[in-house]
Nanobody, 128 residues
């Protein structure tokens, strides 16, 4: 059974930092072969992709609003995905989800419907 479990969310003041993690388990998941992504969903808004990272770790994409502030990384030996968030803003407040993209040849962050495995999410709240 595949499980993605996020941790590390919480409440932080604007300008602060948080590091959220995602631990993946399950033999059939093939973590080291799969593009992984972080998504977020704020109240009343669509779920959006924040960042994605290729299985090699060499290709990465971010949405414009988090570039230079957020860093996605992965450790294939530990089946783990990370998102370091710096200079947080109130508009970053959302539930953050870890997700695994379908096994597709080649790099691309993909669209939401191409991600087939999801965690339960972790709340990140940034106060002004």
């Amino acid at each position: 059974q595949v499980q993605l479990v996020e941790s590390g969310g919480g409440l932080v003041q604007a300008g602060g930092s948080l590091n959220v993690s995602c631990a993946v388990s399950g033999r059939t998941f093939s973590f080291s072969s799969r593009t992984m992504g972080w998504f977020r969903q704020a109240p009343g808004k669509e779920r959006e992709i924040v960042a994605a990272i290729y299985w090699t770790g060499t290709n990465i994409a971010y949405i414009d609003s988090v570039k230079s502030r957020f860093t996605i990384s992965r450790d294939n030996a530990k089946n783990s995905l990370y998102l370091q968030m710096n200079s947080l803003k109130p508009e970053d407040t959302a539930v953050y989800y870890c997700a695994g993209r379908r096994l597709i040849r080649g790099w691309g962050p993909g669209s939401r419907n191409e991600y087939e495995y999801w965690g339960q999410g972790t709340q990140v709240t940034v106060s002004s």
